[in-house]
């Protein structure tokens, strides 16, 4: 069984699964905390499965883009839950997830996710459904003066951007609003993927993916921060 934590922004998810099939899974919108959320639901999620933590086969967690103190909460969840366990732990882009149940559209994919200051996170994806560039934050005059042909656009930034998209594209542009359960769904399939293929993160080394440090006494930074031994995704 494979456990999947997503904390990336203000709608946190929880999913068990096995093999492609998610057995359970629950999400819900933060009106407190997530360090007073999370773990009162993987607990009720396990033990409706009847499982132990230490009887999982992986574990997956979203790597951010996203808040930060929400980040760091299912992250040092999700590693606390491997170290105990010793269960193998991989770690998946927020933007990945988003964009991954449109990856075979056959035109550009734009994953959105807000950002503040008017800005978003965005990740591209070719039509063959292979990434075209980083992570970046930028406004959407920006992103769209990358894009010139059909283009699907998905994400919770998309509700903000939505008029200025269609504005700027007109009948090129395609907007998808999914559900937020359907990100941690997401996760557990490319998670899946990754421990099938044998490829894992290190527990003590895995880190959320920031594309810019919290405003309060640091400069602004746009450029997503490396895992240590890990190759951009």
């Not at 808040?67 to 193998?88: H, Q």
């Not at 734009?110 to 008017?118: I, N, T, V, Y």
């Not at 998808?176 to 941690?184: E, H, L």
């Amino acid at each position: 069984m494979l456990l999947s934590v997503d904390t990336s922004t203000r709608y946190a998810s929880v999913a068990l699964s096995n093999g492609e099939r998610v057995v359970a899974s629950r999400t819900w919108h933060s009106t407190i905390n997530h360090t007073a959320e999370l773990m009162p639901a993987v607990v009720q999620i396990l033990e409706g499965a009847g499982l132990a933590a230490a009887e999982l086969d992986g574990i997956a967690v979203a790597l951010g883009p996203g808040g930060f103190s929400a980040l760091r909460v299912g992250i040092s969840t999700a590693k606390g839950l491997a170290l105990v366990g010793k269960t193998p732990i991989v770690g998946v882009g927020t933007l990945d997830m988003e964009a991954h149940p449109y990856l075979k559209a056959g035109m550009t994919v734009c994953s959105l996710l807000e950002a503040g200051r008017q800005e978003c996170a965005t990740a591209l994806y070719g039509p063959d459904g292979l990434r075209t560039r980083e992570d970046r934050v930028c406004t959407a005059e920006e992103l769209l003066a990358e894009i010139t042909g059909p283009a699907l656009f998905c994400g919770e930034g998309v509700t903000p951007w939505e008029l200025q998209i269609k504005e700027a594209l007109g009948e090129k542009a395609h907007t998808v609003k999914s559900p937020s359960s359907a990100r941690v769904w997401a996760l557990a399939a490319i998670g899946q993927q990754r421990l099938d293929a044998g490829d894992r993160d290190d527990v003590i080394t895995l880190q959320p993916e920031y594309l810019r440090m919290p405003s309060i006494g640091v400069q602004k930074q746009r450029d997503r921060l490396p895992q240590p031994g890990r190759s951009g995704r």
